[in-house]
């Protein structure tokens, strides 16, 4: 039997008012800076209640909030900065994808003077001691409180790139449903979907184990079952529980798994078209899943007797019942145009070398025709 390797966040406190154990814990350091996208945190209360907490401790808080949706290198840049500027002994990431994509990036590039282009263009590397780093999703989600690496966007390259190192992992997670009580129904899909389809690419990928797999039918099974309740009534506490542990299971296997096409392609049409990522993903999903059956034959159906349904349906049904498009060309008009450009910068895109069918540069635009 093949070994394999597992890396997942030191600690996780998962539960309602888990934000509040930053009265608790031992973070380092005198003072730190809570990076955010600003908007939805600060009028959900979140933002000032972890500052609240962490101000009872005695340590002098600074906010960053100036993180925009698909973060860019330049914004990392100045949140790293700005960290350096303050003397931050932890960085708190207090958001969605994109405000943890940019703490997580902050965190490893505030150790030094470099900037995060000169990591991705791998002049300089990480060093193993970025800042304490800890992580506070707002959505169900990204799974980026899990993972080793930051997913940025390169706007003067018009791609999407991974920040990658284990020391990237956050020290701390505080994973509470409540946080993501005021989603909206279209964040919440999308994100939710993102969470499916971290769950089944996983499931799929060449570099599942038996864990992973484990954690992927796991996060699939509560996914599946409260996402369109959580879409329909924000309200509903259950679902929205169950949409946040999902998630976190979901981020922990493909965080160790890999992912695939929808990923492999994804990033680079969310990129170029400029559409939310989970909502690209949730199209493309259906598309790759039927791309990639022959080669999955089995998989599926030993998901299906596990789950309880056919994936293929389910996801398609999931995607009708919250509105979601079913090509990508309904939302981005110039999306057949822009083809050649998405083809020419998927070799950016590290997830396609898990995907089951083996793509090339053919297969690839046969793939995304499809999706367009």
Not at 89 to 96: N, P, T, V
Request: proline share 4%; glycine share 10%.
């Amino acid at each position: 039997m093949t070994g394999f390797n597992l890396l997942f966040p030191p600690v996780v406190r998962f539960g309602e008012g888990s934000l509040s154990l930053l009265e608790k814990e031992n973070i380092p350091g005198a003072a730190g800076v809570i990076i955010t996208g600003g908007k939805s945190a600060k009028k959900s209360g979140a933002l000032d209640r972890a500052a609240a907490y962490l101000r009872k401790t005695g340590k002098k808080i600074h906010i960053y909030d100036g993180v925009e949706p698909e973060v860019s290198v330049e914004t990392v840049d100045k949140a790293a900065r700005f960290c350096r500027s303050v003397k931050a002994g932890f960085i708190i990431g207090l958001g969605g994808g994109s405000a943890l994509d940019c703490a997580k990036a902050a965190a490893g590039c505030a150790a030094d003077k470099y900037s995060v282009v000169d990591y991705l263009e791998n002049k300089v590397k990480l060093k193993n001691s970025p800042v304490y780093f800890i992580a506070i999703p707002t959505t169900a989600g990204t799974g980026s409180e899990c993972t080793k690496n930051s997913v940025l966007t390169w706007t003067d390259k018009k791609i999407k790139i991974s920040l990658r190192g284990d020391m990237l992992v956050p020290r701390l997670v505080l994973a509470d449903p409540q946080l993501t009580y005021s989603m909206p129904p279209d964040i919440t899909a999308w994100t939710g979907m993102d969470a499916l389809t971290h769950a089944v690419e996983s499931y799929f990928s060449s570099g599942a184990n038996e864990v992973t797999k484990a954690m992927s039918v796991s996060a699939i099974k509560l996914i599946q079952a409260n996402i369109v309740k959580a879409y329909k009534n924000g309200g509903n506490k259950e679902a929205r529980r169950a949409m946040l542990l999902g998630s976190l299971t979901a981020g922990f296997a493909f965080a160790n798994a890999g992912l695939g096409a929808v990923h492999g392609l994804g990033h680079p049409v969310g990129a170029i078209c400029k559409m939310p990522h989970g909502l690209v993903n949730a199209i493309m999903l259906p598309y790759v899943l039927k791309y990639n059956k022959k080669a999955c034959l089995k998989g599926m159906k030993a998901l299906e007797k596990e789950a309880g349904n056919d994936i293929i349906e389910t996801v398609s049904g999931l995607n009708k019942k919250m509105n979601i498009p079913e090509k990508i060309s309904d939302v981005c008009s110039k999306a057949k145009e822009l083809s050649g450009l998405i083809l020419s910068t998927t070799a950016y895109s590290g997830s396609m070398q898990y995907n089951p069918v083996k793509m090339d540069a053919e297969k690839t635009e046969k793939l995304l025709k499809r999706v367009l």
